[in-house]
């Protein structure tokens, strides 16, 4: 699994899927996977399996890399995007390092256009309207994300953590 570092963009709007938890079954979980999109997909979008004693911890000036951190003098992994608006916390109190984390950190690039409102002026940024619900979302990952929140499906998942929305991306 790649890790990524940082974060270019081009300074547009962009909707995201954000996710942690603690992996309980990992063949029932590659299996879910598969029914979800494809391995290139998934790759592109940051969707993996972290060992929590490789996740890196956060830097102290504050800067979030776009990935999952380990939380400096605290029991608990994140996932920071666009802003710390859009944060998700998994608890890892109960955790040893060698257990596994899903990780999800999908970051959409609309650009400004698809967030526009009959309210919204093409001068003021400010007006875009970031309200949005997941059949916003292309297909596969609104399947990932009813998933994530199907407290009846199983995904060889426990302890998730999600998160959904729109923002500025830079």
Same mark, same amino acid.
């Given at each position: 699994?790649?890790?990524?570092?940082? %974060?270019?963009?081009?300074?547009?709007?962009?909707s %995201?899927?954000?996710?942690?938890a603690?992996?309980?079954?990992?063949?029932?979980?590659n299996?879910w996977?598969?029914?979800?999109a494809?391995?290139?997909?998934?790759?592109?979008?940051?969707?993996?399996?972290?060992?929590?004693?490789?996740i890196? %911890?956060?830097?102290?000036?504050?800067?979030?890399?776009g990935y999952?951190?380990?939380?400096?003098?605290?029991?608990?992994?994140q996932?920071v995007?666009?802003n710390?608006?859009?944060?998700?916390?998994?608890?890892?109190?109960?955790?040893?390092?060698?257990?596994?984390?899903?990780?999800?950190?999908?970051?959409?690039?609309?650009?400004?256009?698809?967030?526009y409102?009959a309210?919204?002026?093409?001068?003021?940024?400010l007006?875009?309207?970031?309200?949005?619900?997941p059949? %916003?979302?292309?297909?596969?990952?609104q399947?990932?994300?009813?998933?994530?929140?199907d407290?009846?499906?199983?995904?060889?998942?426990?302890?998730i953590?999600?998160?959904?929305g729109a923002?500025?991306?830079g």
């Amino acid at each position: 699994m790649k890790t990524r570092f940082g %974060f270019v963009s081009n300074s547009s709007s962009s909707s %995201f899927i954000i996710a942690l938890a603690k992996i309980e079954d990992k063949k029932k979980l590659n299996g879910w996977l598969r029914t979800v999109a494809n391995k290139k997909t998934l790759n592109y979008h940051t969707v993996g399996i972290e060992r929590l004693g490789d996740i890196p %911890f956060t830097d102290d000036d504050g800067y979030h890399s776009g990935y999952a951190e380990r939380v400096k003098d605290a029991d608990k992994v994140q996932v920071v995007c666009l802003n710390d608006d859009f944060t998700v916390e998994l608890n890892t109190e109960k955790m040893e390092e060698d257990d596994e984390i899903f990780v999800i950190a999908i970051i959409n690039d609309e650009g400004d256009s698809a967030f526009y409102s009959a309210e919204s002026s093409m001068e003021n940024w400010l007006e875009l309207d970031w309200d949005i619900d997941p059949s %916003f979302l292309v297909s596969w990952q609104q399947k990932l994300w009813h998933a994530l929140n199907d407290k009846e499906s199983f995904t060889g998942l426990t302890n998730i953590q999600c998160k959904f929305g729109a923002g500025r991306n830079g």
